[in-house]
């Protein structure tokens, strides 16, 4: 695990199942659809129980490099911020950009909501097929571009696997040394 203390934000690197956090919000890497998929779509919407899905329902979808919030229903985390992602063509259509401005958008949620811990998965890198070490630049970037707005207490990067959680603390020490 890495931990960084910035501007007063504790940012960890974690691996871990994202659903069993305390915190006041956890991001899900959510399909345009926002009703549930695969990965860890799936495992929030399973803990999270039925009524998540039917708040979703009343959201009409989220367009990629946007998010949307919920209630967490039965997750310890008292939201769900539901966050778009691209799929990975190659890095020719603008998918860069668009996952910059889900973080971005993710934190906005976050904010109008009084959210002050969050926690965020790998987003876009599971079958969307992102590159991890180019996700994780851009989560580390996003997540010390909050920490200097004041207005989070900690911020964790929740990686499924040792490997990872390894590439994403990699990318959030050399973000800090810049």
Known sequence: ????????????????????L???AIVNAANESLLGGG????????AAGPGLRAECQTLHGCPTGDAKITQGYDLPAA???????????GGKHGEEAL???AYRNSFARARENDVHSIAF?????????FPKDRAAAIAAAAALAAAESGDFSRIILCCFSESDAAIYGEALTRAAER
Do not use: N
Not at 39 to 46: K, T
């Open 1 to 20: 695990m890495t931990t960084l203390s910035w501007h007063d934000t504790t940012i960890e690197v974690m691996t871990g199942d994202i659903t069993t």
């Open 39 to 46: 990965g860890v779509d799936g495992a929030i919407h399973r």
């Open 121 to 129: 998965p790998a987003i876009s890198t599971g079958v969307y097929r």
């Open 79 to 89: 939201h769900v911020i539901h966050a778009v992602g691209p799929v990975w063509h």
């Open 22 to 24: 305390a915190v006041d």
């Open 99 to 101: 996952l910059e401005s």
